[in-house]
T-cell receptor, first 112, second 114 residues
């Protein structure tokens, strides 16, 4: 069974601070996705990383895929209240009909 | 396009009752999935389908059944509801044509079993 551990579980910060969320596994994934989920809604895809060592930027969000494709990180610069939500990483194992293994989630709260 | 739609949005069941959670997508996606999400946790895969007439078990299939008679619809059946099935259920779909495909999620069905 593939497992993805996220840390931290909870994060409460003030507007303008930087933060990093980690997603770690002992398994190799063909790709890794990051989602944000708001209360009462389904997850929404933020980014997919495919190549080991890949770095992608989405405005103030920077995503990195580990060289061995077992881990990933999400860094947010100058967090804003609109960044509040549940962040989920999800790994896609090779040849598995795009079945995703989701991480345990990181709940972020950004206050003024 | 409506994307992925789910009905009902909320439901309360008594122990032992049955129900079907409906899921439909209008994007002509090949692959569809059912997940459950317990409070404050990630999602766990219940069942998935790679096309009409083809279904397979995910990580937590016990107590559930699915069918895929058309490309658009992927209903999830609970035969004998148990309190352990209290959760939020999400349906998702994907074209199924590569690792860069986006998985689209429905808004979820919140189920409580008492």
């Amino acid at each position: 069974t593939q497992l993805l551990e996220q840390s931290p579980q909870f994060l409460s910060i003030q507007e303008g601070e930087n933060l990093t969320v980690y997603c770690n596994s002992s398994s190799v994934f063909s790709s890794l996705q990051w989602y944000r989920q708001e209360p009462g809604e389904g997850p929404v895809l933020l980014v997919t990383v495919v190549t080991g060592g890949e770095v992608k930027k989405l405005k103030r969000l920077t995503f990195q895929f580990g060289d061995a494709r077992k881990d990933s990180s999400l860094h947010i610069t100058a967090a804003q209240p609109g960044d509040t939500g549940l962040y989920l990483c999800a790994g896609d194992g090779a040849g598995t009909a795009s079945k995703l293994t989701f991480g345990t989630g990181t709940r972020l709260q950004v206050t003024l | 396009n409506a994307g992925v739609t789910q009905t009902p949005k909320f439901r309360i069941l008594k122990i032992g009752q049955s129900m079907t959670l409906q899921c439909a997508q209008d994007m002509n996606h090949n692959y569809m999935y059912w997940y459950r999400q317990d409070p404050g946790m990630g999602l766990k895969l219940i069942y998935y389908s790679v096309g009409a007439g083809i279904t397979d078990k995910g990580e937590v299939p016990n107590g559930y059944n699915v069918s895929r008679s058309t490309t658009e619809d992927f209903p999830l059946r609970l035969e004998l509801a148990a309190p352990s099935q209290t959760s939020v259920y999400f349906c998702a779909s994907i074209r199924g044509q590569g690792v860069s495909d986006t998985q689209y999620f429905g808004p979820g069905t919140r189920l409580t079993v008492l």
